[in-house]
Nanobody, 113 residues
Framework: QVQLIESGGGLVQAGGSLRLSCAASGRTFSSNAMDWFRQAPGEEREFVAGSGGITYYADSVKGRFTVSRDNAKNTVYLQMNSLEPEDTAVYYC?????????WGQGTQVTVSS
């Protein structure tokens, strides 16, 4: 069974940094895209960054966030720099296997001004 477990969230001041991790289990994910989404209170879940053969980012985080992965550890990371209060949200890891979408439980990121 596929499981995604996020960690690394927390409270940080504006301008600070955090690194999120998503550990995947249940299969090998080296050939699967693994993505990060986020959801702020009262908002819809939105795409943040993804890593497959290439990396890709939402415009709102380009130049500040970096996604990377360690396929040997089945883990994907999201390095978040220059954090802004608008980045406050629950961050979710996502992958898709065939027609099935899998999500982690989410990790809270709170950026204070």
């Amino acid at each position: 069974q596929v499981q995604l477990i996020e960690s690394g969230g927390g409270l940080v001041q504006a301008g600070g940094s955090l690194r999120l991790s998503c550990a995947a289990s249940g299969r090998t994910f080296s050939s699967n895209a693994m993505d990060w989404f986020r959801q702020a209170p009262g908002e819809e879940r939105e795409f943040v960054a993804g890593s497959g053969g290439i990396t890709y980012y939402a415009d709102s985080v380009k130049g500040r966030f970096t996604v990377s992965r360690d396929n040997a550890k089945n883990t994907v990371y999201l390095q978040m720099n220059s954090l802004e209060p608008e980045d406050t949200a629950v961050y979710y890891c996502h992958t898709r296997v065939g027609i099935h979408n899998y999500w982690g439980q989410g990790t809270q990121v709170t950026v204070s001004s």
